[in-house]
């Protein structure tokens, strides 16, 4: 059965940085292409980053360039999203979705027709 587990949030300062692991259970990530979405209370769930089953394809929403990476570890079965100098506007609940895509499938963050989502973590950032 086809899994994804999100974890590493927790309440952090702003300037601070956190790195969000998505483990994937059941199925082979070089199959599949990963986004990461996040949503806040109240608002709309916004797709930040995503990467296609090469490992190479990464794209990034313009509100998160320059400060969030995406990047897997195949062996661990694990995409993970570095987010550095946290901001209180990254505040929400992040998920981690999967969809079987052809190898260099280019994803863009702001499509989320994805079938298999991720509980999501929390990621709260306040001084």
């Known amino acids: 059965q086809l899994q994804l587990v999100e974890s590493g949030g927790g309440l952090v300062q702003p300037g601070g940085s956190l790195r969000l692991s998505c483990l994937a259970r059941?199925?082979?990530?070089?199959?599949?292409?990963i986004g990461w979405f996040r949503q806040a209370p109240g608002t709309a769930r916004e797709g930040v980053s995503c990467?296609?089953?090469?490992?190479?394809?990464?794209n990034y929403a313009d509100s998160v360039k320059g400060r969030f990476t995406i990047s897997r570890d195949i062996a661990k079965s694990t995409v993970y999203l570095q987010i550095y100098s946290l901001e209180p506007e990254d505040t929400g609940i992040y998920y981690c979705?999967?969809?079987?895509?052809?190898?260099?499938?280019?994803?863009?963050?702001?499509?989320?027709?994805?079938?298999?989502w991720g509980q999501g973590t929390q990621v709260t950032v306040s001084s």
């Open positions: 059941g199925f082979n990530l070089n199959y599949y292409a």
């Open positions: 979705a999967a969809m079987r895509t052809p190898a260099d499938f280019l994803c863009y963050p702001t499509y989320d027709g994805y079938d298999h």
């Open positions: 990467i296609a089953p090469n490992g190479r394809n990464t």
